[in-house]
């Protein structure tokens, strides 16, 4: 079976839960096949923990979601040790928390403090988790899908830069149109029950993920890949002008490796060998948005990062002369 096929399995077992939303579907499951984590960001009652919770029933993994709170620590997420009476005597035991696990649900991640947040930070970058002086390893795959509440809300605490940048993706959850609100209340105010059925396991994504970082990158797509970045950074050389009036600072090196891994993706669900340019340009806007900070005179103006983001995309050039 293709990974064409995988793709549109798991996409149609999704599509029996969640109405709508199809870019941020599609840009999760990028994520997915990436090995990169997602964070999805809207208002409560949009549908982000039951997109997470519907991706993890189409699929052989296991699965836990953490409810982010303001009295949560960080030993609540990675685990402790704790004291065990036995026969002979008394030993130390590690007890594993819920961040052990193939696809963790970090639910509404903004509430809780920095200090917790942080315990999240060696597990999404190695893999890993560090108690009491010895590493732990996670299984793999290992898929943090964290949704958070516009940092405008009440109770949330912004998220560290350093967190940010762990995240692949950053995909905004819109409200519903007319149609799919009616769609959502014939599906969820009548006695019809939802299955969903479980159609990849953890093997077969793991050979997806191997076989897209294999694919081919042309020279010139590349390129493409860095420039946009670069020209994210304020004084540098290939800033234009809203760049250097609205950022504060730019997006970091792993910005380019998520425009390139995502756009391995989207070329391998589409059948081709290599990369284009419009590959790049799909993945700019959910791979940089959370990478790039507005200063003061961007947010009195009410200017966004993906407004900047876009005029980037717009007038950027897709092929130059090397060292141009």
Request: aromatic content about 6%; charged content about 25%; hydrophobic content about 40%.
């Amino acid at each position: 079976m293709t990974f064409k096929d995988d793709w549109d399995r798991l996409r149609n077992e999704i599509g029996k839960a969640v109405v709508g939303h199809d870019e941020v579907v599609e840009g999760v499951l990028t994520c997915l096949f990436s090995g990169g984590h997602v964070l999805l960001e809207g208002v409560p009652g949009l549908g982000k923990t039951l997109l997470v919770k519907t991706l993890s029933e189409a699929m052989h993994l296991d699965f836990s979601r953490i409810q982010f709170t303001p009295d949560l620590m960080p030993a609540d997420v990675t685990g402790t040790t704790i004291v065990v009476e036995g026969d002979g005597g008394r030993e130390f035991t590690f007890r594993k928390g819920p961040i052990f696990s193939q696809i963790v649900l970090a639910d509404e991640i903004n509430r809780a403090t920095p200090k917790t947040q942080s315990s999240l930070l060696e597990a999404m970058q190695e893999k890993s988790v560090t108690v009491g002086g010895d590493t732990h390893l996670l299984d793999k795959p290992f898929f943090v899908m964290a949704t958070q509440n516009p940092v405008e809300q009440e109770g949330t605490y912004p998220l560290p830069e350093a967190q940010l940048d762990r995240f692949f993706f950053k995909l905004v959850v819109g409200y519903s149109t007319r149609e799919q609100m009616s769609e959502i209340l014939d599906r969820t105010t009548s006695n019809e029950a939802i299955s969903i059925e479980r159609v990849l396991d953890g093997k077969t994504i793991l050979e997806h993920q191997k076989t897209i970082r294999s694919m081919i990158v042309p020279a010139s797509v590349q390129d493409y890949a860095v420039r946009c970045v670069l020209a994210t950074h304020p004084g540098g050389p290939l800033a234009n002008p809203q760049v250097e009036r609205y950022f504060r600072m730019g997006a970091s090196p792993r910005a380019a490796q998520t425009l390139v891994l995502a756009g391995k993706v989207r070329a391998h669900r589409d059948g081709r060998s290599q990369l284009e340019h419009q590959d790049i340009r799909t993945a700019v806007l959910p791979a940089m948005r959370h990478r790039c900070i507005l200063n003061f005179e961007a947010e009195s103006e009410g200017i966004s990062t993906d407004d900047v983001l876009q005029n980037i995309i717009d007038t950027l050039p897709a092929e130059v002369e090397f060292g141009s």
